[in-house]
């Protein structure tokens, strides 16, 4: 994960190849209980309460805005929904798994 932890998000066009399957997986593979659904990637975190739930959403919203990559948040009272996908690729790209790890990487350094 640390490769993709240290990349930048970059502009992702009709034009680029898509990731090949062998690079999902490998990508996959370094991300804990993130799953791919619907064309998205996506993962479920679990907080005490709401103030913590939004705690979360902000810290990663600063995260995704560095990052120019917006995932679909879905929030509750102890539920946060996160679902990366590339919109002008209709695709998964390598800029969701970046932001994916770049997520983990905050929860796993209490950053």
């Known amino acids: 994960m640390n490769s993709l932890v240290n990349l930048q998000c ?10 090949s399957k062998v690079e999902i997986d490998n ?35 600063w995260i995704i805005h560095q990052q120019n990559h917006h995932p679909d948040v879905t929030i509750t009272y102890n539920l946060c929904k996160v679902a990366f996908t590339t919109h002008s690729i209709n695709a998964l790209s390598i800029n969701d798994f970046i932001c994916a790890a770049k997520i983990e990487d905050m929860i796993n350094n209490n950053v």
């Open 27 to 61: 990508y996959m593979a370094s991300l804990k209980d993130w799953k791919i659904e619907d064309n998205n990637l996506k993962k479920n975190f679990s907080f005490k309460n709401y103030y913590q739930t939004l705690a979360f959403v902000n810290a990663i919203g």
């Open 10 to 19: 970059k502009n992702i066009t009709k034009e680029d190849p898509l990731l």
